[in-house]
């Protein structure tokens, strides 16, 4: 007996998804449901974009840009965290409201749930690492750590993972610091 085979997800047919309040992401034609993130989740992804954000006001580099539409292909449009790019990619990154090339920098929060996990630990990261994202902030609300991909011979290798004390910076956001604990603070 011969198995169907469903149809693959386009980024067509996740536009034409509900306004239900869950966000709807298609990974590889693969469709992923999550409900809106919780409170815990907007507190963090709050911090972070404040800290870059803040100092971004200072060197203006480029953008940090909350939950945007990132179209990579066809079959994969997803909604990151949060996401930094230099301001000379902007031209290959931005397409009228949508975000189409890899920005520098992906920050994703775990939420709870083994779909949610394997989405951003597994489905995700080799997404972003496709595509040429070249570093990976995923964020574990539980552990309160920070884990720290880069880019390596075509995978997001972990490099480091931040808890409380620990100081967080980047390549890719030059004399930025700070530590780990101020992004979980409340």
């Known amino acids: 007996m011969a198995t ?25 034609g693969e469709l992923f ?84 996990i394997r989405r951003d630990r597994i489905a995700k990261r080799q997404l972003y690492a496709r595509h040429g994202v070249a570093e990976y902030w995923m964020v574990d609300p539980e552990k309160r750590a920070l884990e720290v991909y880069r880019l390596q011979e075509g995978a997001l290798a972990l490099v480091a993972t931040l808890k409380n004390e620990d100081e967080i910076s980047s390549p890719f956001l030059p004399g930025f610091t700070c530590v780990a604990s101020e992004i979980f603070t409340k």
Do not use: W
Not at 59 to 82: H, R
């Open 4 to 28: 169907k085979i469903e149809p693959l997800m386009t980024i067509t047919d996740l536009e034409a998804m509900p306004d239900d309040g869950n966000r709807y992401e298609v990974i590889e």
């Open 33 to 116: 449901v999550s409900c809106a993130p919780d409170l815990t989740h907007q507190q963090i992804s709050g911090n972070i974009h404040y800290l870059i954000r803040s100092y971004l006001e200072e060197n203006a580099i480029g953008f940090v840009i909350a939950t945007p539409g990132l179209f990579l292909t066809e079959l994969s449009g997803v909604i990151p965290d949060i996401v930094f790019f230099r301001h000379e990619r902007s031209q290959d990154i931005i397409s009228g409201e949508r975000l189409t090339a890899a920005p520098d920098l992906v920050v994703e929060i775990l939420s709870p749930g083994a779909e949610n």
